[in-house]
């Protein structure tokens, strides 16, 4: 398992080391530390210090990941503005079948006052 940037004091995040079977080695990547679980201190965990983003780019350099890792994120990221695009045009639409659904009550209210 793989802790990133958690003190694990609050629940439910506390519990995440217990979830992982005990054949598990677990990576911790922290600024410091979790001291108060012991499964994170265990010879089979391991404790990389530092900044979440700067621990992970330096093992996506260390294991040739940064070209995969690059082209996974620029994907993410075209997917993410796809669907802010999709659910723009969607809510154009619907004001404007609201808008026209306003504009035909009020031709049939004038109607029904002539």
Same mark, same amino acid.
């Given at each position: 398992?793989?802790?990133?940037?958690?003190?694990?004091?609050?629940?439910?995040?506390?519990?995440?080391?217990?979830?992982?079977?005990?054949?598990?080695?677990?990576?911790?990547?922290?600024?410091?530390?979790?001291?108060?679980?012991?499964?994170?201190?265990?010879?089979?965990?391991?404790?990389?210090?530092?900044?979440?983003?700067?621990? +992970?780019? !330096?093992?996506?350099?260390? $294991?040739?990941? /940064? &070209?995969?890792?690059? #082209?996974?994120?620029?994907?993410?990221? @075209?997917?993410?503005?796809?669907? +802010?695009? !999709?659910?723009?045009?969607? $809510?154009?639409? /619907? &004001?404007?079948?609201? #808008?026209?659904?306003?504009?035909?009550? @009020?031709?049939?209210?004038?109607?029904?006052?002539?």
């Amino acid at each position: 398992g793989i802790v990133i940037g958690s003190s694990l004091v609050v629940t439910p995040f506390s519990m995440l080391p217990s979830m992982f079977s005990n054949e598990a080695h677990v990576v911790t990547i922290n600024m410091e530390k979790i001291k108060h679980i012991k499964r994170l201190n265990a010879d089979s965990s391991i404790f990389l210090e530092g900044k979440c983003d700067e621990v +992970i780019n !330096e093992l996506l350099k260390d $294991l040739g990941w /940064e &070209a995969e890792f690059e #082209e996974f994120i620029q994907k993410t990221k @075209e997917q993410q503005a796809n669907k +802010i695009e !999709e659910e723009k045009t969607k $809510l154009a639409e /619907e &004001a404007r079948l609201a #808008e026209e659904t306003k504009q035909a009550e @009020e031709l049939k209210d004038l109607a029904a006052e002539q």
